[in-house]
C-alpha cells in the first residue's frame, strides 16, 4: 500500500484549519488562495499541489466528515440490529456508542463544526448531514407511523436536530470538557426524560 507523505499530510492539515478560521471571518467566495497560504504559513505554489481552487478544498473537508458521520450511521444500524426501541431508550448501548461517535468527530473538527453549527440554514454540510440523519431516523421510526404521523415524526426530528445542535454549539464554546460519551448520555437523558431523575441521580 503506498504510504502518504508525511509533509504532504502537514501542508493539507495546515490548508484545512487555515481555511477553518478563515471561514470564521469571512465568506468563502472572499477567501483567495493567497490568503489562505498566508495563514497556513506555506507557499502559495504548495497549495497547488494539493488543490485546484478554494472550493475544491472546503469540498474535501466537508466529503471526509460526511462520510465519517454515514459510517457512524452504518454502525449504528448494525448494533441497534433495526429496532425502533434502541431509538427511545436512554440507557441503549447501542445508540450511547453513537453519538458518542458523533461528538469525538465534532470534537477532531471543532474549528469548523463551530462554524457550520452557527449558521445550521446556510451551511451545506451540515444540510447533508441532517438529511442523512433524518432518512437514517425514519427507517427506524417507520413502524411508528401506525401510531403517529409522519407529520409528527418530521417535527419530533426537527425538534431533537434543534436541541442538538445548541447543545453541541455550548458544548464548543466551553472547550469540550465533558467526554464525548458522557455528552451522550446526558443528551439521550434530556431527549428521553427531560428533568426527570437519572437513573443513578438521588
Known sequence: MKRTDPRTERSRLAYREALTRLLQRKPLDQISVSELSKEASLNRSTF???YANVRELLDEIENDMLAEFQDMLDRFMERSGGETV????????????????????????????????ANPT???LLLR???????????????LLETESQAFLD??????????IGTILNWIEEGMRM????????????????????????
Open 48 to 50: 497547488y499541489l494539493h
Open 86 to 117: 434502541a431509538l427511545f431508550d436512554p440507557y441503549d448501548r447501542a445508540s450511547i456508542a453513537t453519538l458518542s461517535e458523533l461528538f469525538t468527530i465534532i470534537r477532531n473538527n471543532a474549528g469548523y463544526a463551530a462554524m457550520m453549527l
Open 122 to 124: 446556510e451551511n451545506r
Open 129 to 143: 448531514v441532517l438529511e442523512e440523519g433524518r432518512e437514517t431516523t425514519m427507517r427506524l421510526w417507520r413502524p
Open 155 to 164: 417535527y419530533y426530528y426537527s425538534f431533537v436536530a434543534g436541541g442538538f
Open 179 to 202: 467526554p464525548p460519551q458522557d455528552l451522550a448520555e446526558l443528551c439521550l437523558r434530556f431527549i428521553y426524560q427531560g428533568m426527570k431523575p437519572g437513573r443513578n441521580s438521588r
